[in-house]
């Protein structure tokens, strides 16, 4: 393996590392001290933990190893070995977290009043935690491998396959805690989702404008010259006139909406304007790759 290989490597391997790190504190600092729960296998571990009070870092082992074996093949080379480091990974975590609870090195956040705040915080840090390790192209094993096996195998799509997963083990956990706690557990899943997302998509959120106009090519200049952000003309025809026209195509951060608003209607005020949100937008003017 050359060097400039390993380093790409070692750019999602480090990340990988830090998500399962900040998953495992978030389900043993806040998620297990007030009894909540969390969705697909992760949620197995905890209702093993409740029930027998099995230790989340042997369980999480025990079950994913199988899963992830069966799932190699779906799953293809790098991702195979990006979802065994996730494992892998999130088993050291847990275990050094639980070690560290026991020697009274770390006191988890336990409540018995304000479980809104518990899971809150349990939805922010486990959703960090997943994000960045999703978004390194990793995963830790259990739903999402089942899911893809599911999807290969009898064509269920893997959202459908990972709510199902997430309903039953939640729903079983009824028999160990409250339905109150389930009801908290709601939120930490809505927030942990959010979470994931934002991080999937990227931090930065510019808008992108569509703009079908007889004077797109003007408009494209004036932006240009103004806003200094560069525009493509799409040559188009409408669906009705069947007139050939041109259509101007741009991105600009948020700060810009308004002016480049204002730079399309002062134009040509019956210009067409889609405005959509984009995420990670990465060029000139914007983030740079790495």
């Not at 999480?60 to 480091?85: D, R």
């Not at 739903?143 to 893809?148: G, L, N, T, V, W």
């Not at 079908?212 to 025809?237: F, H, M, N, W, Y």
């Not at 889609?274 to 995420?279: L, T």
Request: contains cysteine; glycine residues 10%.
């Amino acid at each position: 393996m050359t060097v400039a290989k390993l380093l790409i490597h070692l750019k999602a391997v480090i990340p990988i590392l830090a998500g399962t790190a900040v998953y495992a504190f978030g389900l043993l600092y806040f998620i297990i001290p007030n009894e909540l729960m969390e969705g697909g296998v992760t949620g197995i571990t905890v209702l093993l933990n409740y029930a027998f009070g099995v230790s989340p870092s042997l369980s999480t082992i025990i079950i994913n190893v199988p899963i992830f074996l069966l799932g190699m093949k779906i799953l293809g080379g790098q991702q195979s070995i990006y979802t065994g480091i996730g494992i892998v990974s999130l088993t050291f975590f847990l275990w050094i977290l639980e070690v560290a609870i026991h020697s009274g090195w770390i006191v988890p956040f336990r409540t018995e009043q304000d479980y809104i705040l518990a899971s809150l915080y349990a939805g922010v840090t486990l959703g960090a935690g997943l994000g960045i390790v999703f978004r390194f192209g990793g995963t830790t094993g259990g739903s999402d491998i089942i899911a893809r096996i599911l999807n290969r195998r009898f064509g269920f799509s893997m959202g459908q396959v990972i709510l199902g997963l997430d309903i039953l083990i939640i729903g079983v956990s009824i028999l160990y805690i409250p339905l109150a706690k389930i009801l908290y557990t709601l939120v930490t899943v809505f927030i942990a989702s959010r979470v994931i997302d934002f991080i999937q998509e990227g931090a930065y959120a510019a808008k992108a404008f569509t703009i079908i106009s007889d004077q797109a090519p003007a408009i494209a200049d004036k932006i240009t010259s103004e806003l200094d952000r560069g525009v493509t003309l799409i040559p188009v025809v409408g669906g009705y006139s069947r007139e050939a026209r041109q259509m101007a195509y741009c991105v600009v951060s948020r700060q810009e909406i308004r002016r480049l608003n204002s730079i399309a209607k002062s134009l040509d005020p019956r210009a067409f304007i889609i405005v959509s949100d984009v995420h990670d937008v990465h060029g000139e003017g914007f983030k740079e790759e790495d």
